[in-house]
């Protein structure tokens, strides 16, 4: 009988330990942490308020349509596209006159994707038939990601009567 309590004391003082061992090391199962969600709203990244950038600067031939894509970058507020473009026959500095009329859109990137692939679509922003416009346009704030837009340039009477277009576009924030 004695060597039977030896026995369970050895026992007892080593599930002692092992459960003072586990307590340090962290035997013990805990429930994870819930992580806090932050609202994108909240997510504090700089600002590109106070910047501005250039989305397109230059002259170029129009046959059917010309794309021109540009970004907004994340947590801009109240991003403003402003800027103008002439269209013209033959040269540049050439005819510019309703013989040089073409559309103008701007498409955020389902739209461009439904223009692109000849669906119906619609348009944030859109000039028919002009030859000489100035355009100043307020995009919608881009919260937490950036977001694309595109300059679309339309000729109406497509690949029969080639046209050349000085544009000029920037983009405030």
């Keep these: 009988?004695?060597?039977?309590?030896?026995?369970?004391?050895?026992?007892?003082?080593?599930?002692?330990?092992?459960?003072?061992?586990?307590?340090?090391?962290?035997?013990?199962?805990?429930?994870?942490?819930?992580?806090?969600?932050?609202a994108p709203s909240e997510k504090v990244a700089p600002s590109p308020v106070g910047t501005s950038q250039t989305v397109l600067d230059k002259t170029f031939p129009l046959k059917?349509?010309?794309?021109?894509?540009?970004?907004?970058?994340s947590h801009a507020a109240m991003p403003?596209?402003?800027?103008?473009?002439?269209s013209f026959t033959g040269q540049v500095k050439g005819a510019s006159d309703d013989s040089a009329n073409i559309d103008?859109?701007?498409?955020?990137?389902?739209?461009?994707?439904?223009?692109?692939?000849?669906?119906?679509?619609?348009?944030?922003?859109?000039?028919?038939?002009?030859?000489?416009?100035?355009?100043?346009?307020?995009?919608p704030s881009s919260m937490d990601h950036p977001v694309k837009y595109y300059l679309v340039f339309r000729n109406p009477e497509g690949k029969k009567s080639a046209k050349l277009v000085e544009a000029t576009f920037r983009v405030d924030f």
């Design 1 to 38: 009988m004695a060597g039977r309590h030896k026995h369970l004391a050895t026992v007892g003082v080593a599930s002692a330990a092992v459960l003072v061992a586990c307590s340090l090391i962290g035997c013990n199962k805990e429930e994870p942490q819930s992580v806090p969600t932050v």
């Design 104 to 139: 103008f859109l701007i498409m955020n990137q389902d739209q461009e994707a439904d223009f692109a692939n000849n669906r119906p679509s619609d348009a944030l922003f859109m000039v028919e038939e002009s030859h000489n416009q100035s355009v100043n346009f307020d995009l």
């Design 80 to 86: 403003h596209l402003h800027g103008m473009f002439e």
């Design 64 to 73: 059917a349509t010309a794309t021109y894509a540009f970004e907004i970058p």
